[in-house]
Structure formats: C-alpha cells, structure tokens
C-alpha cells in the first residue's frame, strides 16, 4: 500500500467515526487534491446531497490557491447548501511525508 493509499483509507476510516457519533446532521467529505479534478472521492452523512466526483468547493479551492502547501485549517465557518441552508464547516488539509496537500477533510 502506497503512502497515499494509506493516508486515504485513515481518512475513511476518521470520516466513518464522525459521522456515527454526531449522526444524521453530520457529513464528512474527503478530496483528492492530488489530481487535476480535485474531486469528491469519499462521503459519509447526507447533508449536501453532494455525490462522489463533484469538484472541490469553492471554500477549499480559494485558500489553496493563494496558500498552497501553508494553507491553513479552517475551522466553524459558515457556509450556504445549494437549497439555502445555513451550515457550520470545516476543513482540515491533510499533507503527505513531504509536507505536500493531498487531501482536504471537510
């Protein structure tokens, strides 16, 4: 298993005891940062009605392209669902041995 491989599957494996614990108003998102799309590769919770390969949102991107590797974690902001609900978020850029983004757990 690559370094990468392993990182990814911790994250899941965080993600899924999250979501148990704060339930039905909880979501977990985790991005590949690693590729061009930046996608959506996994999601516990459905509180977005978000679905696995949607890009990245706009809140992540923003802060990675003005920070890059010193992006920093961004905790409890506000943000809007596509339906006008009000949520509380966070994301938390994961870094690989090299100190490289590879991940955004949000």
Known sequence: ???????????????????RMFG????????????EHKGL???????????LGSPVTDAV???LISDG???????CFLT???DGRELKSSTSYIRDSKGDVIAAFC
């Open 61 to 63: 991107v923003k802060y």
């Open 41 to 51: 590769i996994y999601l516990t919770g459905n509180v977005t009605r978000r679905q």
């Open 80 to 82: 809007l669902t596509d």
């Open 1 to 19: 298993m690559t370094e990468k491989d392993q990182i990814f599957s911790t994250l899941k494996q965080l993600a899924n005891l999250v979501t």
């Open 69 to 75: 590797n010193k992006v920093a974690d961004r905790h």
């Open 24 to 35: 039905d108003n909880c979501e977990i998102a985790i991005h590949d940062l690693t590729t």
